[in-house]
């Protein structure tokens, strides 16, 4: 079976306020580095829901907003042949740990409301009755520590960003140990970051559903690893 490269953690300069690359500037460097999709996995939390230029906005006007960054990498992903999913990196409130989800999409947003205003436990439970993915992000950059595994499917045992020491060998360690899946990711942000990491995927995968459904059954897929992360 013939496997190809695709990124699980990417920002846009649109929606996520660390971002640098525009949308369309991260789906073409993807491409040029021989990708055949990524995850738009933009910052889900209360820093951008609470800003001053969102007060006054219905729940349905802010999601609008917040999708904009990954509604125009599947733009331009439909112009290149780039395949474009929506992901989230959800921080729940007053927590310093951050968990890439897998599986929501535009109309779940809609209706589940605000839920980065939950304790991880809660989240996970939504997540978990709707057949969605958790892991933990960066469990082991310098300030954090894994939660709870009861509270996610798995963690983020590569992050390639390398302006963060994420102490990957720690966190394969800590997969391994306690029996979680695995994924990893270039945590993109500018262009430095891409072709740096992400997970090896079969071209039959189209779409959240086929996405999650390959991720129950192998649990550790092929991962893209760059020296020295």
């Known amino acids: 079976m013939k496997l190809y490269q695709f990124e699980t953690h990417c920002h846009t300069a649109e929606t996520s306020p660390c971002g ?3 949308a369309a500037e991260a789906v073409d460097g993807l491409r040029a580095a021989g990708y055949a ?8 939390y209360s820093r951008y829901f609470d800003r001053p230029d969102m007060r006054g906005l219905s729940w349905t006007e802010k999601v609008d907003r917040y999708l904009a960054g990954y509604r125009a990498a599947r733009k331009r992903g439909e112009q290149t042949g780039l395949k474009v999913f929506l992901g989230l990196e959800v ?7 951050e968990f890439l989800i897998f599986g929501p999409d535009e ?20 997540m978990h009755e709707n057949g969605f993915l958790v892991f933990q992000a960066h469990p ?8 709870n595994p009861a509270y996610y499917d798995g963690i983020e045992i590569v992050n ?26 270039g945590d993109v942000h500018m262009s430095e970051d891409i072709g740096k990491s992400g997970i ?5 995968v189209d779409g959240l559903p086929s996405f999650i459904s ?11 690893v760059s020296c020295g992360v």
Request: hydrophobic share 40%; no cysteine.
């Open 200 to 204: 090896m995927l079969p071209a039959d």
């Open 214 to 224: 390959y991720y129950k059954e192998v649990r550790i897929p092929e991962l893209i």
């Open 91 to 97: 921080q729940p409130e007053g927590s310093p740990y």
């Open 107 to 126: 109309a779940f947003l809609l209706e589940a409301g605000p839920f980065y205003k939950l304790p991880i436990e809660k989240i996970y439970s939504l």
């Open 140 to 147: 082991f950059r310098f300030g954090l520590s894994p939660e």
């Open 160 to 185: 390639a960003q390398v302006r963060h020491q994420s102490r990957n060998r720690l966190a394969l360690k800590f997969a391994y140990e306690n029996g979680v899946m695995a994924i990893a990711g």
């Open 37 to 44: 999709g990524t995850f738009i996995t933009d910052h889900f």
């Open 20 to 22: 640098v690359l525009k």
